[in-house]
């Protein structure tokens, strides 16, 4: 067997490093090896501002911010001849937003995957669920201590039970001299000893200690608390030692100074056993419940200390039975009367003493480590099945308008979002209104969404649109919330975004009486195309015109129109074209994927190998560009990417994303184009978080999509663009499918292309190399 660890390691001075290092020598007692290397190999999370001197089973390490690092972890795990990956996970020391970056690494990893969470929280925000709920789906097995931790992760994370192993956190096997020895070597013979250790910082409550100690040392004066601990890492690098000497002077004020021991260490595993088994009372005051796990207080049982702590979720599990004492949090009284009760009944702290110790020979590390081992083999055989499944190809979020129907009122669809909720002060405009027919028509001839629902909605739109348009057939464009348009014509993608979506639906119209005013816009629009000057404005029209020649087929006034405004889109991709840099303009920026898209809808109506042959130009550049290592990385629109300048990585919008589905979808079903099948769900994933920060862009907690991947992360505003960004790829996702009814339809049959691209779109990717390629599952809406 050859294993990997991930998480901090020591010398790092860390809970999790501790960990992970007991872990890894607590499984080397259950097997025929002499060291840790012998069977394993350490990846540490290594800051780049620290410079540890790691021993030699620490073989790689990951800098927390860069991505790369994670990706080339996978790639080392992968091909190592690794059986698994044992992840020790806590939010903290991942990059990204709630530690998303982890994700990097496992998107592509390839063998088995075991996660001990070490933090479980009952109220996560939004990041925090995704992320542990993503690392979980990936996993074959997953490790937590306690029985609160195994409920929470079924109850608000929805890992299934199947999945979830309770193995609590181990102590090591340590013996003391005789406890009287021990108090005179500390220097404690004559004193009663409180004791606290662990890395100092304001969320460990020890101030509630010091509040307890006048009360205790007015009847026993001989009191000692002892703090060992280091401050914690992080604490010193953001105020230095503040919390500390806030502790000493709080003491000294309250006339205790004398009863307070400080002793700033880090240290050994021998030294922290001598001290909690010489010690009369360990004291844990914490001062909120949400803790799903101490090693201070595992340790602390399996030492057989007498404890007093906080209700704080584990000690509240594993102190059951009589082996320690609780107290209410910020209760200083409470300890202090607990304490003193104590001391005046030996016979009881004894008794406690006794129960934990008990307790503590099933913590033994080498008796946690056979536990694993266990695990480490139930994974293997779960791995087999999780690849059988993965190769079923892929599972579409479930469907939901939700956000659809609270962001449209009676006169249309808001433009903008504050989180989730409408932004009236930024009132409607035609652009999104528009798009918004157009899904509603997508969801119409797909029969995705209730009739009754895209009837109303799209007689909304429709009178949006309606109102919009000038006696010339123009359009205006913004509308404020007071219902006043505050222009007299709008910009031409407006225009055009309106065309869109109004010849979409006079081909698919939710009901049928609807058409003859959808013929009556669409008509009295489509004169002013030709005075267009924009590429992407001539791309709708082109992409209104072969929509309205489905419906109309024999109109040879359009047909003739439609080739015209095909022959400008070439003229402009000719006047740009330059040695490796085959597109329409000499940058890229928004929307880029709707110019081949429009390209290849023309063909359905003009047989020209000219437009053919640049929209396949076109599209093989783009997908070039924008898809690097099996992740799309849609152009950033903080500037637009010039030719041989150096390209934007954010803000990456929604609606540029779209438009690849769409046209990775529109290219796959034309001939000899079939590659492009394995770019529609890349490129959709990356709503799901497949992309760059491992950020997921769709909120299924609203069915919203967030406004912008910015370098920071999400912008979780959750306007109308975004939304029918999302709602256009989703519907288009289920059309492809659909569509693809057999892959060996859509492939060559020759080597790896018949393989599948085990894309999941639920939030991770199990691959992205080349070697694989997609399949298509129906999806359940």
């Not at 925000?125 to 937590?144: C, H, K, P, T």
């Not at 021991?261 to 922290?272: D, G, V």
């Not at 002060?425 to 798009?435: I, T, V």
């Not at 013929?519 to 992409?543: D, K, N, Q």
Request: glycine share 8%; aromatic share 10%.
């Amino acid at each position: 067997m050859r294993i990997a660890f991930l998480g901090n390691y020591p010398p790092k001075a860390c809970g999790i490093g501790t960990f992970t290092n007991s872990l890894a020598r607590a499984v080397l007692s259950n097997l025929k090896a002499s060291a840790v290397e012998d069977y394993a190999e350490v990846i540490v999370m290594e800051d780049p501002n620290d410079a540890h001197a790691y021993p030699g089973e620490v073989t790689r390490r990951i800098r927390p911010q860069v991505p790369q690092d994670y990706r080339a972890a996978a790639d080392y795990l992968n091909t190592g001849g690794f059986d698994l990956l044992l992840l020790q996970h806590e939010y903290g020391i991942f990059g990204g937003d709630s530690g998303t970056y982890i994700m990097h690494l496992l998107d592509k990893l390839r063998i088995p995957l075991i996660v001990t969470f070490h933090t479980v929280l009952k109220d996560p925000s939004f990041s925090q669920r995704d992320v542990l709920s993503r690392i979980a789906e990936r996993a074959q097995a997953v490790v937590v201590m306690t029985q609160l931790a195994s409920r929470l992760l079924v109850e608000v994370f929805s890992v299934g039970e199947e999945k979830i192993h309770i193995i609590e956190h181990g102590v090591p096997v340590i013996a003391s001299a005789p406890r009287a020895e021990l108090r005179e070597r500390l220097g404690w013979s004559d004193r009663r000893v409180l004791f606290t250790f662990g890395l100092l910082g304001r969320g460990k409550g020890i101030e509630t200690s010091i509040r307890a100690l006048p009360a205790i040392v007015e009847k026993y004066p001989n009191t000692l608390y002892v703090v060992l601990g280091k401050t914690h890492p992080h604490v010193i690098r953001n105020n230095g030692e503040e919390y500390r000497e806030y502790l000493q002077d709080l003491a000294a004020e309250l006339g205790v100074g004398a009863n307070l021991q400080m002793i700033s260490k880090f240290a050994s595993e021998q030294e922290l056993f001598d001290c909690l088994r010489a010690a009369d009372v360990y004291v844990v005051p914490y001062p909120n419940e949400a803790q799903i796990t101490s090693g201070t207080l595992a340790y602390a049982v399996g030492a057989g200390a007498g404890i007093v702590s906080t209700p704080f979720w584990h000690a509240a599990e594993l102190l059951q039975e009589g082996r320690g004492k609780l107290f209410p949090f910020h209760g200083s009284q409470a300890l202090a009367s607990t304490v003193i009760e104590l001391f005046d009944n030996p016979a009881e702290l004894s008794a406690i003493r006794e129960r934990a110790a008990a307790y503590g020979e099933n913590l033994l590390w080498p008796k946690i480590g056979k536990q694993y081992l266990k695990v480490f083999g139930e994974a293997k055989v779960a791995f087999k099945e999780y690849q059988q499944q993965a190769t079923k190809g892929v599972e579409l979020p479930p469907l939901q308008l939700d956000h659809l129907v609270r962001m449209t009122d009676d006169c249309g669809l808001l433009q903008h979002a504050k989180y989730a909720i409408p932004n009236r002060y930024e009132g409607y405009c035609l652009d999104d209104n528009g798009r918004a027919l157009l899904v509603v028509g997508m969801l119409a001839e797909t029969g995705l969404a209730d009739y009754q629902l895209l009837s109303r909605l799209s007689d909304t739109y429709i009178s949006y649109i309606l109102h919009a348009q000038n006696l010339d057939g123009t359009f205006r464009n913004f509308m404020a919330y007071d219902r006043r348009f505050i222009e007299r014509h709008g910009s031409e993608d407006s225009y055009g975004r309106a065309i869109w979506g109004v010849s979409y639906c006079l081909a698919h119209p939710v009901r049928a009486d609807q058409r003859p005013l959808l013929h009556e816009v669409f008509t009295r629009a489509i004169g002013h195309l030709e005075g267009m000057r924009s590429p992407r404005t001539i791309a709708y029209g082109v992409l209104s015109l072969s929509y309205y020649l489905d419906y109309q087929p024999t109109d040879e006034q359009m047909l003739d129109l439609l080739d015209r405004m095909c022959n400008r889109l070439l003229d402009h991709y000719n006047d740009s074209r330059a040695e490796g840099w085959n597109w329409f303009e000499n940058y890229l920026t928004y929307s880029n994927g709707i110019l081949p898209f429009a390209l290849f809808r023309a063909l359905n109506h003009l047989n020209k190998e000219t437009i053919r042959k640049v929209a396949v130009e076109s599209t093989n550049f783009l997908a070039e560009q924008t898809i690097i290592d099996g992740v799309l990385s849609p152009i950033g629109c903080k500037q637009p990417f010039v030719f041989r300048n150096a390209r934007a990585r954010f803000d990456q919008q929604p609606v540029d994303v779209m438009c690849k589905v769409l046209l990775f979808s529109e290219a796959c079903r034309h001939q000899d184009l079939q590659p492009h099948c394995a770019n529609v769900p890349i490129a959709f994933a990356w709503f799901t978080g497949q992309n760059e920060l491992k950020a997921p862009m769709y909120n299924p907690e609203t069915g919203g999509c967030f406004d912008g991947l910015m370098e920071t992360g999400a912008n979780h505003n959750q306007g109308a663009e975004s939304l029918i960004a999302y709602l256009v790829s989703r519907v288009e996702m289920e059309k492809f499918t659909q569509h693809q009814a057999a892959v060996s339809d859509l492939y060559p049959t020759d080597g790896d292309s018949e393989q599948v691209l085990k894309v999941m779109l639920n939030g991770f990717a199990l691959s992205n190399t080349a070697e694989d390629v997609p399949t298509e599952k129906k999806a359940t809406v």
